[in-house]
């Protein structure tokens, strides 16, 4: 993990804090340590390699909670996936958004509001005494 932040923090960071998320998470990683043979410890590259597994599960799991409330959902995700990076204005999701031709119909501003809605996205707010929230 980069040196400011410890594995457990990296795990909490991407599994919206569920018991269930986390033990998935880790489930992941054993089975990477397992085949990377690296020793009694977790390393970084057992971590890397589970994300992939992870973020399928995570995705099918989304697909479960989100699809009856937000049927285009997918579509949404296709619009933050195509921005490519994990920080990004409104500016540049609704750039993305209206290059598709299947979501015309609906403000982008409403769907962020629904990804953020279901924890999809976050609202990153710089600052504060800490350096930063």
């Not at 995570?58 to 195509?82: F, R, S």
């Not at 409104?90 to 953020?116: C, D, K, T, V, Y």
Request: proline share 4%; charged share 30%; glycine share 8%.
């Amino acid at each position: 993990m980069p040196s400011r932040q410890d594995k457990y923090r990296h795990i909490c960071d991407r599994t919206f804090l569920r018991p269930r998320d986390i033990i998935k998470f880790c489930n992941e990683i054993l089975k990477q340590h397992k085949i990377i043979g690296s020793g009694n410890r977790f390393d970084n590259e057992a971590i890397h390699e589970a994300r992939a597994g992870y973020s399928d599960y995570l995705l099918n799991e989304l697909d479960d909670e989100i699809a009856k409330h937000v049927p285009q959902y997918k579509e949404y995700l296709e619009v933050v996936k195509e921005l490519g990076s994990l920080s990004f204005t409104l500016e540049n999701f609704s750039s993305a958004w209206s290059r598709r031709s299947s979501l015309s119909e609906i403000e982008p501003i409403s769907g962020l509001a629904q990804l953020f809605e279901f924890s999809v996205v976050g609202y990153l707010k710089p600052g504060g005494r800490g350096g930063g929230s």
